[in-house]
């Protein structure tokens, strides 16, 4: 991990009235950038050549003679051949000469390697770099350990194929598009070896992945995802915050859904397995007596990062979560950085965001709000790493 000491040193050397906040400029960049619009800090997207249109183009920051933000958000796209070069010297040097402050999104650390983003970035990290990690389910020490060291509800891990007795869900990336899921159900072990060979044959995942894919029990409910922040600078109100729940649309998962059963059974076998890459995500809330159980998953999660990885999560966070038929929540996923679905609230803002702050508060303002306070307050050091 790198020193601490020498990103305090290169914070030491910003001009603090003029802070920018970056992005790799993919996932949920819109939101960040809106929301740094919004508290009137300068935006950088880091693109790649081919998929820089929305930030380079059709959200390009327009200002007029005094300065002032009339239409888009994206003040600077800086476009690459690929994400990853955002971690050469010459990028980083760049970024630091504009005061910026990165915010780590999960297209950030697929398309940079973590090696890189821990022990080569020397670049302000809004947000906890060491937790980043915790996403690769490869890991001995991954967001399952965590889970598991904070006892909170997870689904069953099944250990092997032939030990499928239920419905399991077999989870592992895609084997090309790196960034998504290469997921699919299973009610018997038999099943279980038709499905994978299928997509083996399609060239939807690979040995390799199989091999170490994680199995799970299937929880059958509603899916939730809870966007939660936490504020190392709050000193009168309390630290952890939600600020809203989404739910995703995934490719063709959500056409199957939408089909008969016998109009299900008739489809062929390219059909027939549904995919479950997240194209979308769209808005929710909670019954208010839900409400009580989900903070206190977001607690001992808090807790458990700041007991294992000090100085604990810092930011924007996201549980993602399903429900039973006897309202008991358990958690699949954890994002320890800003979630993908928070693009849905952007601009309007998230509805328990809005209620908490009496204003239009997404996740991207809300990290935008915790930069412009700690640079007011003199505490940038305590949310950067």
Known sequence: MIDRERVLKVLEGYDEDRVSVGVIGSHSALDVCDGAAEEGLHTIAVCERGREAPYARYFRAVRDASGKLVRGAVDEPLVFQKFSEVLTKKVQEYLRNRNTIFVPNRSFTSYCSLDGIEGEFLVPLFGSRNLLRTEDRAEKKSYYWLLEKAKLPIPDKVAEPEDIDALVIVKLPHKTKKLERGFFTAASAKEYREKSG?????????????????????????????????????????RLELLGVDWRFETSLDGHVRLPAGQQLTLGEQ???????????????????????????????????QDHYAPGIIGPFTLQTCVDAEEDFYIYDVSPRIGGGTNVHMAVGHPYGNALWRRTMSTGRRVAVEIRRGVDEGRLDEIVT
């Open 271 to 305: 059909q027939k397995i549904p995919g479950y890459i997240v194209i979308g995500h769209n808005s929710a809330t909670l019954r208010e007596s839900a409400l009580t159980k989900v903070f206190e998953l977001a607690e001992r999660w808090v807790r458990a990062t």
């Open 198 to 238: 299928a997509l083996l044959k399609h060239g939807v995942i690979s040995k390799g992945d199989l091999a170490a894919a994680r199995i799970e029990r299937y929880i059958i409910g509603p899916v939730f995802n809870f966007d939660f922040f936490y504020s190392p600078l709050e000193g009168s109100g309390e």
